[in-house]
């Protein structure tokens, strides 16, 4: 059971003993540190980020109301989109302004809200397209195979072991296009993981799967935190996010009013506001796109 | 003419030159719009590099070497031109500023002011004999074939031989390509160039790399056009030449690497065919009506072939089925 | 979707410095176009294929053919022994010479574009052309096995310009900018509602003209045409959309894919037009016997004055629409968003099929005084098309308003150009322009950056 690897892995080192549960509250091994990021459209702040820092190892929730600005402060944080003021780092390193391979090649992989199978490729093609540092893929030396070789075939074991875990082995040769939905997360998934990443971010993993299936992706999900990588993820789901997060950080309207433990959030006044005061009130203010 | 003539004749072309030029500029256009998803509709743009580099290089009498590497370097920097400021933005750009930068390219060429170096509108001529083109030429003179129909005399077995041979050279050089993890990048882009970036490639680099050896493979065409045809001037270098490239790629198989060699026998043959065949029938025609039919019968070609058989002759059915998706 | 991510990087503006230098120079490069020769000098100097018959002594066969003729002390007087030579892709092809009568038939192999040079030395003494750089044209196309060329002899009267010319001649801009905008606005809503460059609006524009000239030719007064030919374009419009774009829709077909289904469409109607409506360029009616009129400031002739009008309430009634009705609304928020326009219960297909009917009349309309103020063509709308594609990204692409500034620029950048560059350029102005605008700024002059997520 999740709860139980929480609970045990909690009691022996509980990195968030002196966190305070407050927004912008500083974590004792950070892994990314974001301040003042900010992003304008015309005259909408769809994101207003004073500080925020990730704590390495745990996963992190990342909740809001539909419009909240989290896809905005993903994509900020990946170079998908520019930021107008702000810097952060990863790693201890500047991530502002780098675009999204670089961050990629650092070790910091995200998925997509709406899954992005390459369709035309096989799945296991799109495995292997994940491969870091591959010396085939340079204009050059990808026309001479013994330089390539072995390492394509190193990748490949590599990625059937992948798929083999993500149960979609038997799908290797298939056309990313055929998968289902499901399917198709868990080969975004198992594809980020090609990259041998630190931090994964994953923008609503579970949008769109069958109950079954968001079991099976939950798995996943704290296994890739008991591998020793830090998740930041995006969800909607607050039983979702009560079960599987160490930390949760609430965005409404582009700030962050709360942070803390699953169990400090879901007694927070400004996260219940938010939810009950947007989701239901107000219908038209939809997603910042 | 007899429905053989008007086969054999058909045949001719499909195997001879006309055909074996459109095979080189689609597997140049192929690696760009097939296996890149780059929208490039200023192809011909490529090929009038080639063209004109050949023939300027005629005209100053630097010899058919300096010829094909003014082309290259032309092609290059055009596609890095073109390349570096709308490989940037979304794929529509692409394709509008390079349709107009083809245009642009032409009248510019075509332009008075520009005689001294294009010879304008007039353009060059005198290839053949200022490049020894057909020197090396070991056919000896006559005629080969069978019949009357299917001749080919020795110069243009020549033409034939060397533009085949450049044919298989690219082909198999993409082949090379696209079956390395450098090609397996490029199909990513042209499926979503976003999850390539999160996975952290360089998309920006790897579609202009694609781009410029596009070009330059279409400049190789463009040259040999030029020596093949012994003259070169800016009136065949339009917009519907890059709209036949497309047709000759998608006939072929989009993305496939036999696709453009399969795509231009077939393209050369069903339009032949189709106007020896027009002339046999309703013999009162004009040039031009029988020209404009020829074309309106490869738009409704290309438009058919997208809708009702998108991988074309070559094409995984499965591969598109997937597109569709 | 991709995304420009740094629009403002140093060498993007360096790039279009560099091009803008470079293209600027080829301007430049160029002379002072020519200014237009006497009508009346002109008139004395016509000639027939008649005539050309009757010097020949028998039919012309396949040749190219004209009189040289020059207006001295008001009488035509044609010089003897000019030697004119035709070429093809750099290959001579034949000469001749004229004889006393100023005549000359050359001699071709068959239908095709030819190059045509007079050789200026061989002009007897006191003639002269009009613009020494036009002794040699350098596209005739022949498709009907004989082709009649014109060289203007007479005084080079090049460089004599007052403030009135520079005025009209951006007048006239202005009227080509204003309809190209309402040929361009459909092409513009049509991107912006479903993502497709249509390269067949160069076709509707061009059905439009020929619907009309058909009427027209067929006794029905011009201005009587107009309305059909609108509705046969709306027709057109809506029919494209509901056989062809949205069944592809439906299947979800890529948009480079439609992109390439709408050149398929545009060469196959273009190359029918050409069979059905012939190569031959044609009037209408209305266009005959207009003079220019000195209005002090320009001198437009009356059909200027009319055409302009008509762009101009088209193009308020538009902006009125999309500004302030309900429709209009709905066309704006689709554009924005299809799938947040559908949840809130606007029914995007029909949308969709508005915008179609609103791009078939407007290109059609566009189409029929493109053709008023210059000539009907089976190709005019595939002429203008770059223009026109000019303008939607010069404004914006997708941004309705966007391709309405866009094309009053470009209209009056492009014919103003031709008092500054070689006339030959003026294409290319219009398309350095884009070039330029969108290495500068990309999401083009009134767009905004797109939004991600």
Known sequence: MPDDALSTSAV??????????????????????ADGVRRRYGGLTAVDVDHLELQRGVITSLIGPNGAGKTTFFNLLTGFDKANEGTWTFEGERADGVRPHHLARRGMVRTFQLTKALGRMTVLDNMLLAGRDQTGESALTSLLRPLWRDEEAANTERAHELLTRFKLDALADEYAAGLSGGQRKLLEMARALMTDPSLVMLDEPMAGVNPALTQSLLGHVTALRDEGMSVLFVEHDMDVIMTISDWVVCMAEGTIIAEGRPADIAGNDAVIEAYLGIDHGNTTTGEIR | MSWLGVFLLALQTALGFPAASYALAATGLNLQFGYTGLSNFGMV?????????????ADRGWGIWVGFALGITAAVVLALLLGIPTLRLRADYLSVVTIATAEILRLVIAARPSADLTGAARGIGGLSSNLGFFKPNFIPEGSYGIGDDFVFNSRQLWSMLVCWTLVLLATLLIRAWVRSPWGRVLRAIREDEDAARALGKNVVVYKLQSFVIGGVIGSLAGAMIALDSGSVGPARWIAPLTFALYTVVILGGAGTVWGPVVGAVVYWFVLDFADGALNNLWFDVSDTTSGAFRLTLMGIGLMLLMVFRPQGILGNKKEAFASAR | MSLDRSPRTPHRFTLAALLALVLTGTFFWGSPASAQSDEADAARCAFTKAEAVEANGGPLGQSIWGRLCQVRDGKPAFPEGVEITVTQDGKEVASATTDDAGVFVVEIPGNGTYQVALDTKTLPKGFALTDADLATLGAVKVNLGDQQVTFRLGEDTRGSRDLQDYLTTAAKGLRLGLILAVAAVGL???????????????????????????????????????????????????????????????????????????????????????????????????????????FGLVRLTPNDLIIMGICVVVLIGITYMLRKTRLGTAIRATADNPDLAASSGIGVNKIIAIVWIICGGMAALGGILYGLSVTVTSDMGFILLLSMFAAVVLGGLGNAYGALFGAIILGVMQETSGLFVDTAYKFVVALAVLIVVLLVRPQGLLGTKERFG
């Open chain 2, 45 to 57: 743009a490529f090929l009038m590099m080639g063209a004109y580099g050949m023939a300027i290089s």
């Open chain 1, 12 to 33: 022996a080192t509980d990195p968030f003993a002196d966190v305070p549960a407050t927004p912008g509250a500083p974590k004792p091994d950070p892994i990314l540190v």
């Open chain 3, 188 to 294: 513009s809503l049509v991107y912006g509602v479903t993502g497709l460059i249509n390269f067949a609006h160069a076709e509707l524009v061009t059905f439009g003209a020929i619907v009309a000239f058909v009427l027209n030719d067929a006794g029905m007064p011009f201005w009587l045409c107009i309305p059909f030919a609108i509705a046969a374009g709306c027709l057109a419009g809506y029919t494209s959309d509901r056989l062809l774009w949205r069944p592809l829709r439906k299947r979800n077909m890529a948009l480079v894919s439609q992109m390439v289904v709408s050149i398929g469409l545009s060469i196959a109607v273009r190359n029918i037009f050409l069979i059905v409506f012939g190569p031959n360029s044609r009037r209408y009616t209305a266009a005959s016997g207009q003079r220019e009129k000195d």
